[in-house]
């Protein structure tokens, strides 16, 4: 099978969105992802794909910690803001939660350690134990075949 075909393939299956974020010397950095999974509940473990060549790779490595924050169904700009969709600068409202910086009114916030780290092919899959996290009671941005959705 060719690229495009798996591709395709993995799109037919609905996601959430997520900004994971971490910080480096004072300096956050983000990225847009839907490779996100829960992985156990005693810890708890979270666990998120990142491609090795991605600048946040290297930021997760360093740091040793990281926050996913699972977007509502009105933050698709700051998905297409941190996956590079968008050309114009915005300002990103980020707070903090356990030290870490988060996506500021997400539906969830979920703030990890770094518990371990399996290199999988061109990415990295980064299991963070939980350290705290908090919720909202909203709708949350979805993401099918290439494209933003909501729930009707």
Do not use: W
Not at 23 to 46: I, R, W
Not at 119 to 125: I, K, M, R, V
Request: negative net charge.
């Amino acid at each position: 099978m060719d690229d495009r075909l798996f591709k395709t393939a993995m799109s037919k299956f609905a996601t959430g969105v997520t900004i994971v974020t971490t910080e480096v010397d004072g300096e956050v950095h983000g990225m847009t992802a839907n490779a996100f999974m829960s992985v156990s509940l005693d810890p708890k473990l979270v666990l998120i794909s990142v491609a090795k060549h991605a600048n946040s790779h290297d930021m997760i490595e360093q740091s040793g910690t990281f926050a996913v924050s699972i977007l509502k169904e009105n933050q698709t700009e700051l998905s297409q803001y941190f996956a590079n969709q968008l050309k114009e600068e915005i300002d990103v409202p980020f707070e903090r939660f356990e030290k870490q910086p988060i996506i500021e009114d997400a539906l969830v916030n979920i703030a990890c350690r770094v518990y371990d780290s399996h290199e999988a092919g061109d990415h990295t899959l980064f299991i963070g134990k939980v350290d705290n996290l908090k919720i909202q009671d909203e709708e949350p941005l979805l993401y099918f075949e290439g494209n933003y959705k909501q729930f009707k």
